[in-house]
């Protein structure tokens, strides 16, 4: 669970969020969506601890985020960015064993149970056929896949991603959004991701944080009314 109370965002002279409360449940696929340039980034990294021009506070699963040391941090969150891992001869099951690495040993060491949560963390994402294929050699979506999987094995209740869609095709956007509402709703994890897909926002997930003039409302998915608040905002017509 990830709590925001009063948390404002800004840089410089420049005001993104003023002050702002919400709660975003375990359970629960959240899709955070705005303009170019309302803060969305920003908020995420905020929440990852990446970025402390803030005021506010931010609950990690009802700890304050200021009072959790990064190993207790990556415990309880995973980050998931927008960054293409394409370095050759680094194998799929290399890159989901670094989620791992809050529990492992100084020396890193894999223990049998380590090395099972790998193999269920691929499996989970459908690339357990992949996990001895090098990343330069795979699609964007199939190592957005694999980025995933490196999160779910950190094992982490709460797990962010800034636009996970990005450079995929339609069909695997949708694809790739469904699976994220199948692990929050199969693993009990509190999932938000930034997205410019409103149609896929708004039909596959169950909830909208909406950041738009410099306010954050948490929305149901489902209700017309989101609907009609997100075609108002973006000047769209009816979706």
Request: include cysteine; aromatic fraction near 4%.
């Amino acid at each position: 669970m990830i709590q925001l109370h009063d948390l404002s965002l800004g840089y410089g002279s420049r005001t993104l969020l003023d002050p702002s409360s919400t709660t975003l449940a375990e359970g629960e696929l959240t899709a955070l969506i705005g303009r170019n340039g309302t803060g969305k980034s920003t908020l995420l990294r905020a929440i990852a601890a990446l970025n402390n021009k803030y005021s506010g506070t931010i609950l990690i699963d009802g700890s304050p985020l200021s009072d959790l040391s990064p190993a207790q941090l990556a415990r309880r969150l995973a980050f998931v960015n927008t960054e293409r891992t394409r370095i050759p001869n680094l194998r799929c099951r290399d890159v989901v064993a670094m989620g791992r690495a809050p529990y492992t040993n100084w020396i890193g060491r894999l223990s049998d149970a380590d090395e099972k949560i790998i193999a269920d963390s691929l499996q989970a994402i459908g690339m357990a056929d992949y996990a001895d294929r090098t990343m330069d050699r795979m699609s964007d979506g199939e190592c957005q896949r694999v980025m995933i999987a490196r999160a779910l094995a950190q094992d982490t209740p709460n797990i962010l991603l800034d636009e996970p869609t990005s450079f995929l095709d339609l069909p695997n956007r949708y694809r790739l959004v469904e699976l994220l509402g199948k692990l929050a709703h199969d693993h009990h994890k509190c999932i938000l991701f930034s997205t410019h897909e409103l149609d896929i926002a708004l039909r596959r997930t169950d909830r909208i944080a909406l950041l738009a003039d410099r306010r954050l409302r948490n929305l149901p998915s489902a209700q017309p009314e989101t609907a009609q608040l997100i075609q108002t905002t973006f000047d769209l017509p009816s979706l």
